[in-house]
């Protein structure tokens, strides 16, 4: 059974930063890409960044573009997020999602973890 | 930025009948959309990919259908564990992958 387990949120202030992990079972980690994906409360879905299965392929949207680090452990099965100068339109539950594929540009998101909540406010 | 327009926003209809949901992008997508449901609380599920191929597992019930810029999810008969929030995703222009703003299906 595929198992993705979001850690790392929780209340920061404006300016701080804070480092999301994801830890993947129940497949082969390092056969595929991954994501984040962040979801404000009450809102829609926004796809934040990805990377692909050997890290050779990575790309952000431009909200986070310069403050946002995606990066992978495949000897650990897992998947980080670095979030540095966070600011209050941050705030969001962050999903971590498997692609359907090893390459990133895919961005077919075939399972998800249940998030981890980042909350940006002084 | 590929932008993704759902209609309508809230779909208020009753089990049993049909459902169509609408995504329409502001640029050709060709045929790379797909379209996820969710639950409150629940993270999303992938129900088409492709425009319209259904994913593992998810019933026949369940169509898409479109390329290019206009998209329709079906929901042939309605059953209560549909009513969710459906969103559409394109992934045509890597890295610019964008969702729809939802459809929210609720019962009538």
């Known amino acids: 059974e595929v198992q993705l387990v979001e850690s790392g949120g929780g209340l920061v202030q404006p300016g701080r930063s804070l480092r999301l992990s994801c830890a993947a079972s129940g497949f082969t980690f390092d056969d595929y890409a991954m994501h984040w994906v962040r979801q404000a409360p009450g809102k829609g879905l926004e796809w934040v960044s990805g990377i692909s299965w050997n890290s050779g392929s990575i790309g952000y949207a431009d909200s986070v573009k310069g403050r946002f680090t995606i990066s992978r452990d495949n000897a650990k099965n897992s998947l980080y997020l670095q979030m540095n100068s966070l600011r209050a339109e941050d705030t969001a539950l962050y999903y971590c999602a498997k692609d359907v594929l090893p390459l990133v540009a895919a961005a077919l998101f075939d399972y998800w973890g249940q998030g981890t909540l980042v909350t940006v406010s002084s | 930025e590929i932008v993704l327009t759902q209609s309508p926003a809230t779909l208020s209809l009753s089990p049993g009948e049909r459902a169509t949901l609408s995504c329409r992008a502001s640029q050709s997508v060709s045929s790379y959309l797909a379209w996820y449901q969710q639950k409150p609380g629940q993270a999303p599920r992938l129900l088409i990919y492709d425009a319209s191929n259904r994913a593992t597992g998810i019933p026949a019930r369940f169509s898409g259908s479109g390329s290019g810029t206009d998209f329709t999810l079906t929901i042939s008969s309605l059953e209560p564990e549909d009513f969710a929030v459906y969103y559409c995703?394109?992934?045509?222009?890597?890295?610019?992958?964008?969702f729809g703003q939802g459809t929210r299906l609720e019962i009538k």
């Open positions: 995703q394109q992934r045509s222009n890597w890295p610019g992958i964008t």
